[in-house]
């Protein structure tokens, strides 16, 4: 079992930024692949971006490509999202995930565990 926590959203005007942070407790957090989703009112779970253990490879959507950039401590057991220049239609909740491999994938149904998620309001 992995209990993750999410934490850090909150209300910011568009331009604005916030870090997200996730914290990973119970089965090892080594050789993982991590990753952030996202979901809006009415629209399907959606994927932002991903991390592979070594932190050497990461992906992220189109949509924020360029704005968002995750990290990982491994030492800490913790997974980041630092979202610049947010817009309004980052507005959504936001889920970390956990993969025990640690390629990094898009795929939705690929991560094992989820967090509870953390709204992200973005107003305009």
């Known amino acids: 079992q992995v209990q993750l926590v999410e934490s850090g959203g909150g209300l910011v005007q568009a331009g604005g930024s916030l870090r997200l942070s996730c914290a990973a407790s119970?089965?090892?957090?080594?050789?993982?692949?991590m990753g952030w989703f996202r979901q809006a009112p009415g629209k399907a779970r959606e994927f932002v971006a991903a991390?592979?253990?070594?932190?050497?490879?990461?992906i992220y959507s189109e949509s924020v490509k360029g704005r968002f950039t995750i990290s990982r401590d491994n030492a800490k057991n913790m997974v980041y999202l630092q979202m610049n220049s947010l817009k309004s239609e980052d507005t959504a909740v936001y889920y970390c995930?956990?993969?025990?491999?640690?390629?990094?994938?898009?795929?939705?149904?690929?991560?094992?565990?989820w967090g509870q998620g953390t709204q992200v309001t973005v107003s305009s």
């Open positions: 995930a956990y993969r025990s491999n640690t390629v990094v994938v898009r795929l939705r149904n690929e991560y094992e565990y």
């Open positions: 119970g089965r090892t957090f080594s050789g993982s692949a």
């Open positions: 991390i592979g253990w070594s932190a050497t490879t990461a």
